[in-house]
């Protein structure tokens, strides 16, 4: 039995390895030709979406690349100090795979996804297995507090049913404003954000004035001219931005490019990502509609596909000020925000769909949120340092704790449930 245990384990961990950019066609390939796609056909349009994923990665590590040191140098210049550094993403994932049944994430996902879908709790079909290990953090969060596995384990589930519940509840926002048919994202992040997006979208189409306020890129083109396109404006907010860190005119303008640049070709990683995906994902849905007539079906995917779209680039970027501010002014905010500053498009990626790519409504919905994760980060921060340096992290000298801006908010909650049962995050 344990040499099939090792088998099993070493055979999901060569998957996990394989990464989104070559497991994703794999999936895909094998989708196509289960629902009828013709083999060379699905083999090509695979590929399309791996390339787009890493064309799409590439883009995002270009933002981490710029904007992250960007964001630094404004902290710096600012002088903001506070006790609990973000660390960054990354801590994510020594927390997550450090647990042994990380190993299984995708099976237990995909079982989880396919017995709601069998029981008819959701419409959604998750193709992008990663958005499972987000699952898994609940799990690390949640058995690191309370030594229980199988508690970790229902904070997995529940953490997925929820996820996919509110990506069949968003799915029609998605598909619309980003022009991205059957498709929606049940990424346990953009699920949140989306939820917490609802009673503002409702708020802000009862303000008298404001509800006809039309912000989105297209209508400031057709106001501004020039000057309205998203490229012209990634342009602006880089220099400013960059001028406002401390930098010379050239690194400015050079900055400056460099966001304009993000805003033009991360949606073109999109077009590439879609034109390959749909004729598989229309393929899939074909197929179930015919057999189950009376049902919709939608194909999930990783909310960065919305990080994409040039509003929630245009409202990542303003933010970064914006939560510099929260963080020095907010009231039990103990975080410096610094790594996670480069990923701020994910808060938004798909309340922006709910809010009609409207970027004045983006930018207000997101200074709330931005509140609201600097909070959270605060306070799971002593379970955050425990469970991270156990995993290999290094804790800042002169500081007792770290923590990320990123904290995903349903392990955020599961954790705190627990916690009510633990006498709180520890610290």
């Known amino acids: 039995m344990d040499a099939i245990g090792t088998v099993i384990t070493t055979f999901f961990s060569w998957i996990n390895d394989l990464g989104p950019t070559v497991m994703l066609p794999i999936a895909l390939f094998l989708i196509g030709l289960?629902?009828?796609?013709?083999?060379?056909?699905?083999?090509?349009?695979?590929?399309k979406v791996g390339i787009g994923f890493f064309g799409l990665n590439v883009m995002i590590g270009v933002v981490a690349q710029n904007i992250g040191p960007l964001a630094s140098a404004i902290v710096e210049r600012t002088g903001l100090a506070l006790a609990i550094p973000d660390v960054g993403v990354g801590l994510h994932f020594g927390m997550t795979f450090s647990l042994p049944a990380a190993a299984f994430m995708i099976p237990l996902g995909l079982l989880v996804n396919l017995v709601m879908l069998a029981l008819r709790l959701t419409k959604t079909l998750d193709i992008d297995v990663w958005n499972f290990w987000p699952w898994m953090f609940s799990w690390a969060l949640v058995q690191g507090l309370s030594g229980s596995a199988f508690l970790g384990f229902l904070a997995f589930v529940f953490t997925g049913v929820v996820s996919l519940v509110l990506g069949d509840l968003q799915a029609k926002y998605i598909q619309e404003s980003y022009d991205l048919p059957g498709i929606t994202f049940p990424h346990p992040f953009s699920s949140f954000f989306g939820l917490l997006a609802w009673p503002f979208m409702w708020l802000f189409d009862r303000i008298p004035g404001f509800k006809d306020w039309d912000a989105d890129i297209e209508t400031?083109?057709?106001k501004l001219g020039p000057f309205g396109n998203s490229t012209v404006i990634g342009l602006v907010i880089g220099i400013i931005l960059a001028l406002v860190a401390g930098y010379d005119i050239i690194t400015s303008l050079q900055t400056g490019v460099i966001v304009a640049a993000i805003l033009l070709l991360m949606p073109q990683m999109i077009k590439i990502l879609v034109s390959g995906l749909f004729p598989i994902s229309e393929a899939a849905?074909?197929?179930?509609?015919?057999?189950?007539?009376?049902r919709e079906f939608y194909i999930g995917l990783?909310?960065?596909?919305?990080?994409?779209?040039?509003s929630a680039i245009v409202v990542g970027v303003i933010l970064i000020p914006i939560t510099l501010i929260l963080a020095a002014i907010l009231p039990g905010n103990n975080l410096l925000p610094l790594a996670d500053l480069a990923f701020l498009g994910f808060w938004v990626a798909t309340p922006m769909a709910m809010f009609r790519n409207n970027i004045i409504r983006g930018v207000i919905y997101g200074t709330v949120a931005m509140a609201i994760s600097l909070w959270m980060a605060t306070t799971i921060a002593p379970l955050v340092t425990t469970l991270g340096v156990a995993a290999g992290a290094a804790v800042p000298e002169g500081t007792d704790f770290i923590s990320m801006l990123t904290i995903y908010p349903w392990g955020w909650v599961t954790a705190f449930i627990t916690s009510l049962f633990t006498g709180g995050f520890g610290g």
């Open 285 to 294: 849905r074909k197929f179930l509609t015919e057999r189950f007539p009376d």
């Open 34 to 47: 289960a629902f009828r796609v013709k083999a060379g056909s699905a083999f090509v349009n695979a590929l």
């Open 220 to 222: 400031l083109q057709k």
């Open 302 to 310: 990783d909310c960065a596909v919305g990080v994409a779209q040039p």
